[in-house]
């Protein structure tokens, strides 16, 4: 079966980096867009950032823009997730999330638009 496995997820301060990775394992990786959400403590998930199949598109929102950076390795069918001048309004359990919708072009902004899902990795990031 489809499994997502997210990890890299830790303690950090304000400015500070980190790099979350998400395996993949039980579909064709290599044909599918990714997604990086994140869903902090009462509040609903929210879109991080999303990659096509073949890397060559990527969409953040402002909110990340310039400071996260999403790549994929589909040899390692493995997505990640570089975190950089991290805030602590950054802090929530990280998810990353498939799009089943084979070879699409089109970027999946909500929760709504993926269909598997990983465990989730926890990011703190104090001030």
């Known amino acids: 079966q489809v499994q997502l496995v997210e990890s890299g997820g830790g303690f950090v301060q304000a400015g500070g980096s980190l790099r979350l990775s998400c395996a993949a394992s039980g579909y064709t990786f290599s044909s599918y867009a990714m997604g990086w959400l994140r869903q902090a403590p009462g509040k609903e998930r929210h879109f991080v950032a999303a990659?096509?199949?073949?890397?060559?598109?990527?969409y953040y929102p402002d909110s990340v823009k310039g400071r996260f950076t999403i790549s994929r390795d589909n040899a390692k069918s493995t997505v990640y997730l570089q975190m950089n001048s991290l805030k602590p309004e950054d802090t929530a359990v990280y998810y990353c999330?498939?799009?089943?919708?084979?070879?699409?072009?089109?970027?999946?902004?909500?929760?709504?638009?993926?269909?598997?899902w990983g465990q989730g990795t926890q990011v703190t990031v104090s001030s």
């Open positions: 990659i096509t199949w073949n890397s060559a598109n990527t």
């Open positions: 999330a498939a799009d089943r919708t084979l070879y699409t072009r089109t970027l999946r902004t909500t929760q709504y638009g993926y269909d598997y």
